[in-house]
């Protein structure tokens, strides 16, 4: 490295500066201070009409041979021409570019110099920050970190798109200066969004890209800003045109060197980013400018590939095809969507089993229109179509707003999707004004809805609020109201915000009486949240403004807040995990153990099934004297049972029923972290026979360290019993967990023992009872019943949709004369079926417990689900359908047994094959008998439908009541 400037600076940093003479020293001090010293400070003004140049040249002055001052003839407005000019005037080997509100990491320079020189490369890029300059927390954002995890070289940006389709800034880059020379780059002048189209030329002509996973620049944000930056200009359409162009430009860059592909990630990105920036605005904006917009933006979405829109959310699509077709009617709810992604804005539509945005379009234009039309509005997977109301967050737009003396009068129309609110439903409405405050509701004041109307596709609704006797603001902490309507249909209950979508149309203050008195505040006025909907902002006085800010500024407020940040501190750090976890072992565990308190849980507090379900039901029907508690996860702990105490998983009072339980009863794991009482007996049900490998049989087991393999032996050795249904499981789980033989109880699985009597019933009398479900779900007597049952399969571990492996509707098509088919997605999961199916293929994975829907199937459908060890016990059909096999057993852990070998019934890998096994229940159940047999006596040999009894008999028995 060069570190005697009169041979040649190292780097060259060019800072460009407009008007902005407070900040251009500290810009230009980050490069000074740079642990580098061969680097010099390019200062490019773009003739400021403040004191930026002055300061420029003053600072030249200052430090002579390493800073250079120049000024622009006039003002280019915008970034290319200056850092164009910087380019010229700059004498590094390298350089790199900085505004003059931004500084660089103070190793920047080294960092990126040394990455270059080793690798060679033409242009080097490192972690970008966001900092947020005015948050009171400091609050910083990485610009897409997983680009800059380690270090790496490209030989050609084909090799990460993402690099080129997500950062675009040109100024956490540093670029050889013979390179941007010989390839003639520069910035483009007079338009703006220059950085998109020059890093897209740079990327494409680099030889060598190298990635740091250093933090060299950072990107401060003044979120209160007065003066917004240009990009963030987007009320003016110019903006648009500027952002449209320079995507024009960079495409046919991409098309003219034959980048296909890196063309086809950028329409992906440009539908889920950079067209969502300026929809969001779109409400706030008029007529005029939404033609203007969808003029400009026709074209250029003609442009993109039509599979990128498969790419996208479907609401990312259904706005893109709206807006190229101008239905602001339907496009505007889209964008409410968009904004708010959980509100269902649109009243939809059911066309032949299929659900709609909308109904226009479906039929319009030629075939290939027709299609692109029902593929892009077609929401049918959301899933919209199964949510009951109270699961509902309905679009509330505002269609009418008036003020007068105190009271304003608001009329409204809620959307009614698919008519789940039907025409002669009992409706009642309330307006909720509630004081906005983070994490706490200081005030709520409420006013009926007088009318309410079902029209159809929506419902109608007006209202008065007298917000001069009504409304009772403080007026000085309660600067916001939000507003609610609160709907009732038939008693269900549902709420909504109101959406004011057109521009002007809230206005008008009106006054209230503040708790303070008028000389606080004395009137609110409407405003509209970024997210579209309607608020009121308390109007203080002057004085007390000037006041609340003095106070806030100075020693008594700086006392009140930091006494608020520590008690929120404090909350924050009671109810985190690590000091729940103390207060278990350092409280709770020095309680004494209370006798006859057990403490169940199933799936991790997710159902009220398996084991620890017939255990408990178990001993209520032998009427012992216990206490029971059952944890619950989620928002509530619907279908638990009424006659147990229900706790939410990992609450305090959840803990403390663990520490003082004498029995705890579960089927996977109560929470690693805590230590089992010597008086504390663990029952440990498990939750199925294994097929694929366990514990420290799995492959990541035995990759871990010694100090994680012992930590998670001790979790394993809490278990003070292990129910065991077939010395399957004593060669396989109880092997997996290391478990000591006198832990093992043999006695079958109690979930179990329902299926062992039916399956015994069914044999003695030759009858199968369905029993009451099959009524409940709706099931006609002359339809078989299959049930699909798959196993969870690793998606980064997140709850997510389930894509069944075959086509449901054609399923239904061929077989729903003859089949009514449960599926059962594992609880990991969630599936949506289409409204096509309704009555032929049912979505039952809302029931807690799996068994008695295996009671009831005639016939079962699985992959590598336990289900099929439990399901062989009643000695019907069974259908394997391993579509993935070789990537399930030999990329994942793998298995205990070849399933294709020892499988007691077809192993299908197809759709056409599963479709040709189920032809004939009868058949196969003939077919596979014996295989079955030998299944059951193999991994079954335990389940002689008493275990349940037999676990109550040797626990509890001395609890049964006099």
């Known amino acids: 490295m060069n570190e005697d400037l009169s041979q040649g600076p190292d780097v060259s940093v060019v800072v460009i500066v407009y008007n902005d003479e407070a900040r251009l020293p500290t810009a230009v001090d980050s490069v000074l201070r740079q642990t580098l010293r061969s680097v010099e400070v390019v200062i490019v003004d773009d003739h400021s009409t403040d004191g930026s140049y002055e300061v420029a040249q003053d600072l030249a002055r200052r430090h002579p041979g390493r800073v250079s001052a120049h000024r622009l003839d006039e003002n280019s407005g915008g970034c290319g021409a200056p850092r164009n000019h910087g380019i010229r005037q700059a004498r590094g080997t390298y350089v790199l570019f900085l505004d003059s509100d931004d500084v660089l990491e103070r190793n920047a320079c080294r960092n990126m110099l040394e990455a270059a020189e080793t690798t060679g490369a033409d242009l080097v890029s490192g972690l970008c920050v966001r900092v947020h300059v005015d948050a009171r927390s400091g609050k910083e954002v990485k610009w897409y970190p997983w680009l800059y995890t380690r270090t790496r070289t490209l030989e050609s940006i084909s090799e990460l798109p993402d690099l080129l389709v997500f950062d675009t800034l040109s100024t956490n880059k540093c670029y050889r200066r013979a390179f941007l020379l010989e390839q003639g780059l520069e910035f483009p002048v007079g338009i703006h969004y220059e950085d998109l189209l020059f890093s897209a030329q ?10 740091i996973p250093n933090r060299v620049y950072d990107w401060n944000v003044v979120d209160k800003g007065t003066t917004r930056s240009i990009s963030n ?16 430009r960079v495409d046919r860059l991409l098309a003219d060197r034959g980048l296909a592909e890196l063309k086809f990630c950028k329409d992906v990105k440009f539908l889920k980013h950079d067209l ?22 026709r074209a250029y979405l003609e442009s ?17 095809y709206l807006l190229r077709r101008s239905d602001w009617d339907n496009l505007l709810p889209a964008v409410d969507t968009l904004t708010n992604r959980d509100k269902i804005s649109s009243p939809l539509v059911e066309r032949d089993g299929r659900v709609y945005w909308c109904a226009r379009h479906l039929d319009d234009g030629d075939a290939a229109e027709r299609a692109l039309a029902r593929h892009v509005l077609d929401v049918t997977e959301l899933g919209h179509h199964t949510k009951s109301l109270e699961k509902m967050f309905l679009r509330n737009v505002l269609t009418g707003y008036e003020a007068s003396a105190g009271t304003v009068r608001l009329t409204g129309r809620i959307v009614n999707p698919l008519g789940v609110v039907p025409p002669g439903a009992r409706l009642t409405g309330e307006l909720e004004f509630a004081a906005r405050r983070k994490g706490v509701r200081l005030q709520t004041f409420r006013f009926p809805v007088r009318t309410l109307r079902h029209e159809g596709e929506s419902l109608a609704w007006e209202a008065s609020a007298d917000l001069a006797r009504g409304l009772r603001p403080l007026g000085v902490v309660d600067a916001v109201w939000d507003v609610r309507l609160r709907l009732g249909v038939d008693g269900v209950r549902t709420t909504t915000r109101l959406t004011a979508c057109e521009p002007g149309l809230a206005v008008g203050d009106a006054p209230v009486r503040p708790r303070l008195t008028r000389l606080v505040a004395g009137r609110v006025t409407p405003e509209v949240s970024a997210r579209g909907h309607l608020a009121f902002r308390v109007l203080t006085r002057e004085k007390v403004d ?17 006494g608020y940040r520590k008690a929120r501190a404090a909350r924050k750090k009671l109810t985190s995990g690590p000091t729940k976890i103390r207060i278990y072992h350092e409280v709770f565990s020095r309680l004494p153990v209370k006798k006859r308190l057990v403490v169940f849980e199933s799936h991790l507090g997710r159902q009220y099934s398996d084991s620890p379900k017939a255990l408990y039901e178990e001993m209520r029907r032998q009427d012992l004297d216990f206490e029971a508690v059952w944890s619950y996860a989620g928002a509530g702990p619907a279908g638990f049972p009424a006659d147990a105490t229900l706790v939410r998983r990992w609450s305090l009072p959840y803990l403390k029923a663990l520490a003082r339980a004498e029995f705890w009863i579960d089927n996977q794991s109560y929470p690693l972290k805590l230590t089992k009482r010597p008086r504390t007996t663990y029952l440990q049900t498990w939750h199925g026979s294994a097929l694929k490998r366990m514990g420290f049989d799995e492959p990541e087991w035995k990759l871990r360290s010694r100090a994680a393999q012992e930590e998670q032996q001790r979790v394993l050795d809490r278990f003070d019993r292990f129910l065991i249904r077939s010395e399957h499981d004593v060669r396989t789980l109880a092997r997996a967990f290391r478990l000591k033989e006198r832990t093992l109880l ?69 077989f729903g004369d003859r089949y009514v088919l449960l599926v059962r997605s594992h609880y990991l999961d969630h599936v949506v079926l289409p409204p096509s199916v309704r009555g032929r293929v049912l979505d039952v994975s809302a029931h807690h417990d799996v068994t008695p829907l295996l009671a009831l199937a005639d016939g079962l459908i699985t992959d590598y689900s336990s289900v099929m060890f439990d399901y062989a016990l009643l000695g019907r059909p069974m259908f394997f359908f391993a579509y993935d096999y070789e990537e399930y057993v030999h990329e994942g852990r793998g298995t205990y047994f070849d399933l294709l070998e020892r499988a007691p019934g077809p192993v299908v890998r197809t759709e056409e094959e599963l479709y040709v096994a189920l032809a004939s229940l009868d058949e196969q159940a003939v077919k596979y008998e014996e295989a079955r047999k030998g299944f059951v006596a193999e991994f079954g040999e335990y389940d002689k439908g008493t275990a349940a009894r037999s676990v109550v008999d040797e626990f509890f028995a001395h609890w049964r009541r006099a």
């Open 746 to 814: 043999r006695v079958g699985y109690p979930r179990n023992d329902e299926l062992v009597r039916a399956g015994r019933l069914e044999e003695e009398t030759g009858r199968r009872e369905r029993g009451p479900l099959a009524a409940e779900l709706g099931i006609p007597d002359d339809r078989a019943v299959l049930l699909y049952a798959p196993t969870f399969r690793h998606r980064g571990g997140k709850r997510r949709r389930f894509e069944l492996p075959f086509d449901v509707e054609r399923f239904a098509d061929e």
């Open 304 to 320: 993109l590939d039509r599979a990128a829109l498969d790419e996208v959310e479907p609401v990312h699509a259904i706005c893109a």
């Open 202 to 211: 740079a990327y494409v002509a680099a030889r060598r890209i190298t990635l």
């Open 546 to 562: 000037e006041l609340v800010v003095r106070g806030v500024r100075g020693t008594p407020g700086r006392l009140v807040k930091s």
């Open 233 to 248: 200009r987007r009320a003016e359409i110019a903006n648009f045109a500027h952002r449209m162009e320079i995507h024009r």
């Open 276 to 297: 969502v920036l300026h929809l969001r605005d779109l409400p706030f904006r008029d007529a005029s400018y939404r033609e203007e917009f969808a003029g400009i933006a």
